[in-house]
Antibody, heavy 122, light 113 residues
Framework: QVQLVESRGGVVQPGRSLRLSCAAS????????MHWVRQAPGKGLEWVAI????????YYLDSVKGRFTISRDNANSTLYLQMSSLRAEDTAVYYC???????????????WGLGALVSVSS | DIVLTQSPDSLALSLGERATISCKSS????????????LAWYQQKPGQPPKLLIY???TRESGVPDRFSGSGSGTDFTLTISSLQAEDVAVYYC?????????FGQGTKVEIK
């Protein structure tokens, strides 16, 4: 069965960096577009970033552009989110989620991890 | 960016009643080349990740009970729960996947009266 397991988040000081990972299993990881979505405590969902199945294309939410980098290791079925220059407003549960398979025009997020809480605080 | 506005923000209904949630988009999410609406609905229960219910505005995801249905096109969409069950208590979100940045509605909280 499809599983997405994020690494543990943590408490980080403003301005510092943190890398999240997401281990995928139960499907051919290299065939799928992958996403990161976040949810601030008690708030709604916010899409963060997307990466093509082969890593050739990446798109970001404007507020994280230049600070966050999405990447993937298809050989090890792992998705990453490198977060730098973290701000208090980046505090959220970060979910990795599966997108469309290769060759399909579009499909929403069908499988999600349980999420990793990142708290940015001094 | 496409803005999705859900209404109401919350609703409380009795068991067995019909629940209707609206999602209005600031621009059309209908892709003319394939005549598909790039609009999905999710259910999120406390402490859990969102669960996909509906995609292409009206296609039910495998395993989703048929009391959940989606309708609409262009800029106006609706999620309907035909007969509210206790396990349907959750927050419901619409999502547009027509263009980046993908955007969600603000959510609608559904409770039992």
């Amino acid at each position: 069965q499809v599983q997405l397991v994020e690494s543990r988040g943590g408490v980080v000081q403003p301005g510092r960096s943190l890398r999240l990972s997401c281990a995928a299993s139960g499907f051919t990881f290299s065939d799928y577009v992958m996403h990161w979505v976040r949810q601030a405590p008690g708030k709604g969902l916010e899409w963060v970033a997307i990466i093509w199945h082969d890593g050739t294309n990446k798109y970001y939410l404007d507020s994280v552009k230049g600070r966050f980098t999405i990447s993937r290791d298809n050989a090890n079925s792992t998705l990453y989110l490198q977060m730098s220059s973290l701000r208090a407003e980046d505090t959220a549960v970060y979910y990795c989620a599966r997108g469309r398979p290769r060759g399909i025009a579009a499909r929403p997020l069908d499988y999600w991890g349980l999420g990793a809480l990142v708290s940015v605080s001094s | 960016d496409i803005v999705l506005t859900q209404s109401p923000d919350s609703l409380a209904l009795s068991l067995g009643e019909r629940a209707t949630i609206s999602c209005k988009s600031s621009q059309s999410v209908l892709y003319s080349s394939n005549n598909k609406n790039y609009l999905a609905w999710y259910q999120q229960k406390p402490g859990q990740p969102p669960k996909l219910l509906i995609y292409w505005a009206s296609t039910r995801e495998s395993g989703v009970p048929d009391r959940f249905s989606g309708s609409g096109s262009g800029t106006d969409f609706t999620l309907t729960i035909s007969s509210l069950q206790a396990e349907d208590v959750a927050v419901y979100y619409c999502l547009q996947y027509y263009s980046t940045p993908w955007t969600f509605g603000q959510g609608t909280k559904v409770e039992i009266k």
